[in-house]
Nanobody, 121 residues
């Protein structure tokens, strides 16, 4: 069993910064790709950023230049540094990971429960 737990959310004023963390635990051989998604009230879940185990990154246009995704493979941790936050960034932020597990080296997708980010104007 694999668990993903997000932390670091909170209330911040527009223009401020937050750093989100995602901790993966359980029976993990490796994590191939990790992502941050977000879901605002009444809206569909949307992609925010992704990072491979080779540290290739990709971002949604709406966060390019403001958000930075990173990971620590040794600790099974992923981070999202969010700068210059805007009210429209308000959402629940969720991490997603494609995890390779024993004993068959199967790859499955896991989601965390999310952490709330609220940006006030």
């Amino acid at each position: 069993q694999v668990q993903l737990v997000e932390s670091g959310g909170g209330l911040v004023q527009a223009g401020g910064s937050l750093r989100l963390s995602c901790a993966a635990s359980g029976s993990i051989l490796s994590i191939s790709v990790q992502y941050w998604y977000r879901q605002a009230p009444g809206k569909q879940r949307e992609f925010v950023a992704g990072i491979t185990n080779g540290d290739s990154t990709t971002y949604a246009d709406s966060v390019k230049g403001r958000f930075t995704i990173s990971r620590d493979n040794a600790k099974n941790m992923m981070y999202l540094q969010m700068n210059s936050l805007k009210p429209e960034d308000t959402a629940i932020y969720l991490c997603k990971a494609r995890v390779i597990t024993p004993p068959l080296h199967s790859e499955n997708t896991y989601w965390g429960q999310g952490t709330q980010v609220t940006v006030s104007s």
